[in-house]
């Protein structure tokens, strides 16, 4: 048995692991702040600490973890692009991940965001609640027929592509490993380049890398179709958020959907309804009638929280356990 320290814990994480830890019998610690400098001391000493997208892992975190004698960092979440693992393995830090949780939770969001973005429906949905029945304003497209670009094709990706391949979209897809299912069904592979220049609807579904860093900036968007409506349910920072708003003020963008934002760590999972939000380049985007955000929801089904939640504890058992995990991260050489 061993102390799992979980920052950035709500109560629907709570609900999650206590029901997995039935099982596994760990000793599980809640703590609602986000891991980072000035909140890394809650951590008991020798546990193993618990993290999510959000929270600081950066090196001074680490060092600081290090210092209470924790060795094991469990990501409950896919993506470890806030991790320093350059840091961890200098430190002696294992660091485990999720892998694979729900991709049909977080496909399926993608989805959702391109049907309510085309069809208007945030919009209609109010206009009715205020008694108002008109349909100016909400005309969409047909997406049978439309050129829709993956750029990604892993669990999550492939999942996108092919219900936007049932929904008889011409499908173009871009990854360095293609799908050979996807292929079989008609879904071209092309280069990046060609994705984002030639497709009506785009959605980004990659990991955050150095390679993907500002995937669609300025000289991206330039090369897109007019009116091109623009999904990410990736990673915040797959996207340069100052030359996406350029790119809807010129209409080169017709349509935006978020379920990431760049800097969303001060922002999101948390209910900030009362405040003033800071962040100027977030408030601009609000004001936008043709973008949709939504606050990093799309992993959020009942399905995925208690895989997530099993799978933590499964490496956090391999961990004392002393034996392999499949889902540690090799840290860089």
Known sequence: MIDVCLFSAKRYDRDAFAAANESAGHRLIFIEARLEPGTLQLAPSRSVVCAFVNDDLGADVLNGLAQQDVRHIALRCAGFNHVDLEAAKRLAISVVRVPAYSPNAVAEHTLALILSLNRRIPRAYNRVRDGNFALDGLLGFDLAGKTAGVVGTGR????????????????????PFPDAGLEELGVRYVSRDEVVATSDVLTLNC?????????????????????????????????????????????????????VYEEEGPLFFEDRSDQIILDDVFARLLLFPNVLITAHQGFFTREALSAIAATTLENVTDLEAGRPCPNEIDAAP
Do not use: Q, Y
């Open 207 to 259: 990991p955050l890398t150095d390679e993907t860093l500002h995937l669609i900036d300025a000289a991206a968007i330039a090369t897109m179709k007019p009116g091109v409506m623009l999904v990410n349910t990736g990673r915040g920072a797959l996207i340069d958020t100052a030359a996406v708003i350029d790119g809807l003020k010129s209409g080169r963008i017709g349509s935006l959907a978020l379920d």
């Open 156 to 175: 999550i990706g492939a999942i996108v592509a092919r219900l936007l391949w049932h929904l008889r979209c011409d499908v173009v897809a871009f990854d």
